[in-house]
DNA sequence: CAAATTAAATGAACATTGTTCATTTATGCA
DNA sequence: TGCATAAATGAACAATGTTCATTTAATTTG
């Protein structure tokens, strides 16, 4: 069944089409000022199509997002040369907010907008895999911290969390807008200026 | 003129009631789910008497917005009885995770959603007032702490900046549903029990 | 106090959105 | 070539933010 093939092959491709160019406008002009109209527009196609392809938006937000998790974790590959687990935590958050400078929009669909996750909320029993991965490659890293004596007297589990509390609280009031009161530097440089007052009391621990 | 103040102060009745509902309403059912005419439904005007008292719906977020900061400030009104500035700022830090836990839609309206700050933005030369003053009272307990040789070696601005995005970000990744994952505690558990690993980390500072 | 003027309130109407679905068009097969 | 299936369409609907001509109420004035 040749026909049969390509014809499934024509439908994944369509499918990447609608998500590409979503994903572009979501970029240009933002998640909120995205419609599906404009959507079906960019790759001409009906408003009815993009239905044919995805239940709803949060569809396809939900598919941006979890394609954020995967450019991020590619992102995190190069972690893997690191030794040193210290070194690799503080390697992987640089990582992790340049990616959120770098990206705003699709760190807001990742790990801020609601919409995105309501798709697990509908299906019972879904969960949030990507996040719940993403938080276990950090957690890894802080336990082989721990092995090496670092964070003594530390909990793995809420101190993993409160590492991640601190990188995506600087990402998170960075891109939306709440950073701009903090004048003396440019906003994405307080972000980084942030880190570094992190990776000081870091070599103490 | 006594007629003429009393316009006035019922004119100023009217809006505060639109506010009181709009922010009942955003507690019940959410920020997205609450729209103008359940706003006027809810106090039996119509929607145009709505936008009499207010521009338009940002406004009414930005209003609200504001008001979520003048209850935080109250609630932290306590912490002048507070004389050890380290101590003042674990306090400080206390206040701030429980009104995020307590209040998650205020919250949201206060640090997380772009809607109430653009009022800010279409008015040019306008300022994030709320935010900055509350960064400052943040900066003057940090500006405290290090005259007290705490956090030696470290910047004010970026070192604070970093301290609230810690809190923030915990706050943020709960309220946005991201902490689920960590499953080893209740949602606002796991805020606590990682602003307590944050605290064994102060101690050292 | 009645008429006129001003202020306040109304809700129909518009534009924009997400979404659905009966209809049309294209495609693959006998 | 005709038929059955698949794909695509876009009109139409409901919900929303917003506007504005009209109505209603209140106030002032002669």
Redesign the interface.
């Known amino acids: 069944m040749g026909t049969a093939e390509r014809k499934i092959k024509e439908k994944e491709e369509l499918r990447e089409l609608i998500l590409k160019s979503a994903r572009k406008l979501f970029v240009e002009n933002g998640v909120?000022q995205t419609t599906i109209r404009s959507i079906a527009k960019n790759i001409d196609y009906s408003i009815g199509t993009v239905y044919l392809y995805f239940k709803d938006k949060n569809a396809i937000l939900n598919e941006l997002h979890t394609q954020g998790f995967s450019e991020l974790g590619r992102q995190f590959k190069v972690l893997a040369e690191v030794e040193d687990p210290m070194e690799r935590l503080i390697a992987m958050g640089r990582i992790y907010l340049r990616f959120a400078v770098e990206n705003p929009e699709m760190y807001e669909l990742m790990?801020?907008?609601?919409a995105p996750?309501e798709v697990l909320n509908e299906a019972k029993d879904k969960?949030?895999n990507e996040?719940?991965s993403a938080?276990g490659v950090l957690k890894t890293t802080v336990d082989q911290c721990m092995a090496r004596k670092h964070f003594q007297?530390?909990?793995l589990?809420?101190?993993?969390?409160?590492i991640?509390?601190?990188?995506?609280?600087?990402c998170?009031?960075h891109i939306?807008?709440?950073?701009?009161?903090?004048k003396?530097?440019d906003a994405a440089g307080?972000v980084q200026?942030?880190?570094?007052?992190?990776l000081?009391?870091l070599k103490?621990?």
């Open positions: 909120a790990f801020t907008l609601k996750m969960e949030w996040g719940q938080f007297g530390h909990r589990e809420p101190l993993t969390f409160m991640w509390g601190l990188v995506h609280g600087m998170s009031l939306s807008d709440r950073a701009n009161g903090v003396l530097h307080i200026a942030g880190y570094e007052e992190f000081k009391i103490k621990l």
